[in-house]
């Protein structure tokens, strides 16, 4: 037991935590007050006046705002000496939930200016994703965690300099800095922290429109439905967000409620149906609207052929609306939900009489605004042309919302943008360090002379240096005097006298030799097997006849040129008759199915019937 303490203390020394990642489809916030001249009780007093503050400015914001999943939510706590607020909310499949929660966070800090601000998500510093074209290069992902802050409405990053130091004298790392780490520097080095305006304009983009865009969420639609889900959707309309989800996300066992026979036995029976209008989140009435869906049994005699086309749509939205909320209501691991006992306790209510279902009258004053489903219909023709930034503004909604089309603009700006980057590479833009540029300096007369060369003619292809090089990686000697008088060059001539040299010096050694002897016995075996010549030299009637109709009128494939340049000719078109060849050998293996070779040349070829191969194939007789 000692000894395996001692091996976890060693591990703990260099080990600093496995990465803390957060669920899909969060955002988690937290809220200090940095503050060096208070202590931890005038602190926490500072924070409930913060969070008393944020829930009446989110009451008053969000009066009429449905979530898609969870709410912006924070709650105080102590942790590592220290007190602070802390959040975290489930947007699903709605971004701008999690873009709400950005600008309340952002308009918290600018009412209480000593506070800071940490906000990230599943994807970490997502602030900086958005500001990717105006961060500084020097900030790339490595060394980014925890070094952006939120404070009196502007983006903060703490630098990395060592010009900032922390107690004790050390300065603050070049790379990711720990939250505490961060803290600290935020505490005793406030003012060198680095402000952009660019970076903010970029960072905060999506939040131009708040909060007039915060109800362009919402969508607002006339349904039938039964009169107790009317009245409990009247209650709260949030109750509708939960319901959207489990239609959304339905299995099997969810539907068997859905499957009574009678209608005494649902929660939710489609009897005495009223027509109200119900408050969507934008995303939850797409989800609901596209979902195709077969409708229940007891649900049959309730749509009607005789109804009109709208009509039957305003009840089909309802049916899917009352699903959800059976299926909501009956899942046993829904029972401790707040919404479902909440519901639970409206209907026990009803039942034993304390509350009344509202009366046709009643329900006809709640209003009957409904919102335009335009926003569904994309218009591919005008998605394309803003995609390629041609689109002539023709009278007329367009597609999706305007929001939407903004934030598409804006995303084909910044791919142009990075398109047009000549530093930008496959993984995004290239950061160079001084030793990159060092060098590049120190190389420069090399790559001008090598440029001017390949600009000035095609580029050559000299096998026997190509050959020696593959040996030297494969780490074989090169050849003695067969591969001279072979190779007919210079520059094997001085290798292989290296070679002779390196065999006959008496300083060394038996188990060199003997490795020298094993190279050259594989050298003369792979050579032997043709894999060292980049040359096709035909084997057998049928090659030589092929490779003879390719160089035009050649009698024999090993003949002499007297010309350098026919030389060179002859030996590009064996380099393009082994690329031929072994393009059609990749072909014929994927006994016409899908495969690398067809997937390079974007074609594919029928089956090679002749090939007895593909007879013996188990796939051969599929077409």
Known sequence: MEKTAENLNGFDMDFQGFPRRLPDDCVEYTMYVLDQTMNDTEIRERLRNVQSAANTFIRELLKDFIWQREGFAQELVREDGLS??????????????????????????????????????????????????????????????????IHSGQLLIIPMVGAIDQPGGSSIPNRALTLREARTCIKEARSQLLHFPTIDAEAFYRLRNYPEQINGSLHHAVVHLPRNLAYILHESAAYISPAVEAFYLRDPIALRPLQAQTQKDLVFPPKDLVTMVVKFTKVGFAQVKSQRFSMPAAWASVVSTKDSEKSRAQTEIGMKITSGFEMLMSDPQNQDHKVVREMKLILENIDVGDDQLPSDAEISRWGMVEDDEAWLDVNFED????????????????????????????????????????????????????????????????????????????????????????????GMHPDTEDDQSNAGGGARAGIAGDVRAYGTDPSTKGEELEILRLSQAMEAELKAAGALQLDSVAHGSGLNGVKTKIKGGIETATEEEDSRDEDDNDRDLNIDFNLAKNLLESFKSQFGAAGPGSSIMGMRLPRDEDSKTTHDHPYGNLR
């Open 84 to 149: 602070y607020l802390r959040g975290r909310t489930n947007y699903g499949d709605s971004v701008q939930d999690e873009w709400l929660v950005v600008y309340i966070l952002r308009e918290l800090s600018k009412r209480f200016q000593d506070i800071w601000v940490k906000v990230v998500d599943t994807d970490g510093e997502f602030l900086l994703i958005e500001a990717a074209n105006s961060i500084p290069r020097w900030l790339h992902p490595e060394i980014a965690d925890n070094r952006v802050w």
């Open 383 to 474: 998605f394309e042309n803003e995609l390629s930034g041609t689109r002539q503004r023709a009278p007329g909604p367009g597609f999706g919302d305007k929001f939407a089309q903004e934030d598409l603009q804006k995303m084909v700006a910044r791919f142009k943008d990075f398109l047009d980057d000549d530093e930008a590479g496959s993984e995004g833009a290239e950061y160079l360090d001084d030793m990159d540029n060092d060098n590049d300096e120190d190389e420069g007369h090399v790559s001008e002379d090598s440029s001017s060369e390949e600009e000035d003619g095609v580029v050559g292809f000299d096998e026997d240096k190509f050959a020696t090089m593959m040996r030297e990686m494969m």
